[in-house]
């Protein structure tokens, strides 16, 4: 079973770029399809974006695909979280998932197996 460690939140602000860092230990990282999910004051639970076994393949929400990018080192355990030019809005709990499933277009909230307890961003306008 892995257990899933994130850091990297912090307080930012507006326009400033963000990396946010999942570390995984306890399981075999390169076999976990991963998750990013975020969520925000008042909304609910938002899938971000996810990153296939090896890497090579990712998906990104519309709503944030052109500043928010994925990432994986399979060597060092770790998904990370790219968040470039930063939006008030983007203020929330960030959370890494990891899923035993195979990547697909039903990668989500439901296909994850395992979750982080989250890492705070804070963005100032």
């Known amino acids: 079973q892995v257990q899933l460690v994130e850091s990297g939140g912090k307080l930012v602000q507006a326009g400033d770029s963000l990396r946010l860092s999942c570390a995984a230990s306890?399981?075999?990282?390169?076999?976990?399809?991963m998750g990013w999910f975020r969520q925000t004051p008042g909304k609910e639970r938002e899938f971000v974006g996810g990153?296939?076994?090896?890497?090579?393949?990712?998906y990104i929400g519309e709503s944030v695909k052109d500043r928010f990018t994925i990432s994986r080192s399979n060597t060092q355990n770790t998904v990370y979280l790219r968040i470039d030019k930063v939006k008030p809005e983007d203020t929330g709990l960030y959370y890494c998932?990891?899923?035993?499933?195979?990547?697909?277009?039903?990668?989500?909230?439901?296909?994850?197996?395992?979750w982080g307890k989250g890492t705070l961003v804070t963005v100032s306008s």
């Open positions: 998932a990891a899923s035993e499933d195979d990547w697909g277009p039903w990668v989500g909230e439901d296909s994850m197996d395992y």
């Open positions: 306890g399981g075999t990282f390169r076999s976990y399809v």
């Open positions: 990153i296939n076994r090896s890497g090579d393949n990712t």
